[in-house]
């Protein structure tokens, strides 16, 4: 991705007709939890409030976390999570994981939380009508780190996923590990080659294979599914989403076994090359009852690069096997594995192969379905939020203007949005509508005035025609 040296910052795009107008939280950077209005202003900032995510819950309390293991020892372990009020007094806090001793630190309780977590109320971290997470009090689940061997995967010490449940008192009352369901996600014989050789290895602590890396993770919630008797869909079971692996399954919270997978391939059944490969996926979850597309499942299909497998031109070890240059929204019917609804590079009118990478972030990034039916998008890499309609008009776009400073991005991890009446230390503010701008004619202060200076026309010289209008994807030729 080539980036310009400067391009706007803020809400750039704004119907508010069209919208499902509220704010939205969202991590700005190495500053903290942010909430801005549909404009774009920035309403708070809790700084120090790291964003793993945030999610705010009603009455103008957020959820983050306060601190990070040492990158000498830990990959994206968070030290705690906690719950703060409107003013940063934290008022419920987890750390009682997992008691870390390492060289040169003060030994401490850490949560080791990363990803994702959920309040006990609703089944994820957004609105949904009639599903209210609870305040004070309520279990919370929550994605957290494991170090352990596990020698039919790779004889080197592995950095796993566990989901852990906890009371408001901080008691640990479920525990469900990742690598104990290794052989139930049917890998290939070469995969689990290339996994035992290379199993995402990270540097920290001497080297850990962060062979899955779970990077989203919510309970089902009521759903169509399971009140016609399909008992895979149980409201409290468990979807979540491998960025590693290519993996989407559901996790059965009585049985602990898988009941439910997508991936690690794509090409085994008519059904799996229709829908396509799937590449690092991120906030896979189905969609609560009450909103629009209600059961099917939502999830941001990053590409990039994932997998495990054969060696190929792009791959040459097997490792990050499956490759794609663009990104896709998916809405799948979790039965039929057809796609409901996308958004894609056609949706946007790109033009395949050229300008697809307009619509990519190959790491991090969310996806939201909205009262009113839109949905919002955070296209995470390039720090920019988007909501679009069901027939794919984009109503709305930001991007964030806070960038870090030990590494030069303004990402977005994930973004959620929230009616007004959540926080009501706020007055609600005023929605004025912002019109597209014409980039054409946009020019930075003292640069050259608009207009050309001398057009030449040249005699007998046909006009340029674009062949293709509309974005052509692989396999629509």
């Known amino acids: ?173 479920w525990e469900w590990v990742c690598s104990e369901h290794f052989h139930e996600l049917n890998f290939r014989e070469d995969a689990r080659n290339t996994l035992c050789r290379i199993p995402n290895l990270r540097a920290c602590g001497g080297g850990m294979g962060d062979w899955m890396h779970i990077n989203s993770m919510s309970v089902l919630g009521p759903n169509r599914w399971f009140d016609a008797g399909d008992k895979r869909f149980h409201p409290e079971n468990i979807i979540w989403s491998g960025r590693q692996t290519n993996i989407i399954a559901i996790t059965d919270k009585e049985s602990s076994r898988l009941v439910w997978v997508l991936g690690p391939d794509y090409d085994t059944s008519p ?97 939201q379905r909205l009262p009113n039916g839109n949905t919002l998008i955070a296209e995470g890499s390039d720090g920019r939020l988007m909501e679009v309609t069901a027939d794919h008009q984009l109503v709305w776009e930001y991007i964030s203007p806070y960038w870090g400073q030990t590494s030069r991005m303004n990402m977005i991890y994930r973004a959620y949005r929230i009616p007004y009446e959540w926080v009501p230390q706020l007055p609600r503010p005023i929605e004025t509508r912002i019109d597209c701008m014409d980039v054409a004619r946009f020019r930075v202060p003292g640069a050259a005035e608009f207009g050309e200076k001398r057009v030449i026309k040249m005699n007998g010289v046909r006009p340029y025609n674009l062949i293709h209008s509309a974005c052509v994807m692989p396999g629509d030729r």
Request: aromatic residues 12%; proline residues 7%.
């Open 271 to 367: 059904e799996l090359k229709r829908l396509g490969w799937i590449i690092g996926p991120h906030h896979a979850h189905m969609i609560p009852m009450g909103l629009p597309g209600e059961g099917h499942i939502l999830v941001f299909d990053n590409g990039g690069w994932g997998g495990y497998g054969a060696p190929n031109p792009g791959a040459p070890a097997g490792f990050n096997n499956a490759l794609r240059d663009y990104s896709r929204v998916l809405e799948i019917d979790p039965n039929t594995l057809n796609i409901v609804w996308q958004f894609t590079p056609a949706e946007l009118g790109l033009t395949y192969p050229v300008d697809c990478a307009r619509f990519y972030s190959p790491f991090v990034s969310s996806v």
């Open 1 to 173: 991705m080539a980036y310009p040296t400067v391009y706007p910052s803020g809400t750039t795009l704004y119907d508010p007709e069209k919208c499902w107008n509220g704010y939205t939280i969202f991590q700005a950077k190495e500053t903290g939890a942010c909430i801005i209005n549909m404009n774009g202003a920035t309403e708070q900032i809790w700084q120090g409030l790291h964003g793993f995510p945030n999610a705010m819950l009603p009455g103008g309390f957020v959820i983050g976390s306060t601190g990070e293991r040492s990158n000498k020892y830990g990959y994206q372990d968070f030290r705690d999570l906690v719950q703060v009020d409107w003013d940063g007094k934290i008022v419920w806090r987890f750390d009682q994981h997992e008691y870390i001793e390492d060289p040169g630190e003060e030994p401490q309780w850490m949560a080791r939380m990363h990803h994702d977590f959920q309040r006990e109320g609703c089944p994820v971290g957004y609105y949904v009508p009639g599903m209210t997470p609870k305040v004070t009090d309520g279990n919370t689940l929550i994605l957290v780190h494991k170090n352990l061997y596990h020698k039919d995967i790779s004889d080197k010490l592995l950095l796993d996923d566990a989901f852990i449940e906890v009371t408001w008192d901080g008691n640990i009352v």
